[in-house]
Nanobody, 123 residues
Framework: QLQLVESGGGLVQPGGSLRLSCVAS????????IGWFRQAPGKEREGVAC????????NYADSVKGRFTISRHNRKNTAYLQMNSLKPEDTAVYYC????????????????WGKGTLVTVSS
């Protein structure tokens, strides 16, 4: 069964940090680009960060640049999203997704999706 499972979400105070993990099973992340997306209540799903299949190119939404870092550990078949200096507006369900093509991550272009993990930033 092909699946992605996210973990690491939770409640954190503004200015705090969290690291999200995304473990793949049933397929290898080696040959996939990986994206992290988020969806806040009442809003559309948006891209947060993407690491291309090559592993050499990363892209970030302007709202998270300098605060979030995407990475991958192919031997563990796992991707990560390190989130620092969290803000209340970062509150959302965070999803990881994988794309077979070498292109950038887009909401409509991903091949596999996880079910999400909730991140709440509040004092």
């Amino acid at each position: 069964q092909l699946q992605l499972v996210e973990s690491g979400g939770g409640l954190v105070q503004p200015g705090g940090s969290l690291r999200l993990s995304c473990v793949a099973s049933g397929f290898s992340l080696d040959f996939h680009g990986i994206g992290w997306f988020r969806q806040a209540p009442g809003k559309e799903r948006e891209g947060v960060a993407c690491i291309r299949r090559s592993g050499s190119v990363t892209n970030y939404a302007d709202s998270v640049k300098g605060r979030f870092t995407i990475s991958r550990h192919n031997r563990k078949n796992t991707a990560y999203l390190q989130m620092n200096s969290l803000k209340p507006e970062d509150t959302a369900v965070y999803y990881c997704a994988a794309i077979r093509s070498p292109f950038a991550c887009t909401v409509d272009g991903m091949n596999y999706w996880g079910k999400g993990t909730l991140v709440t930033v509040s004092s």
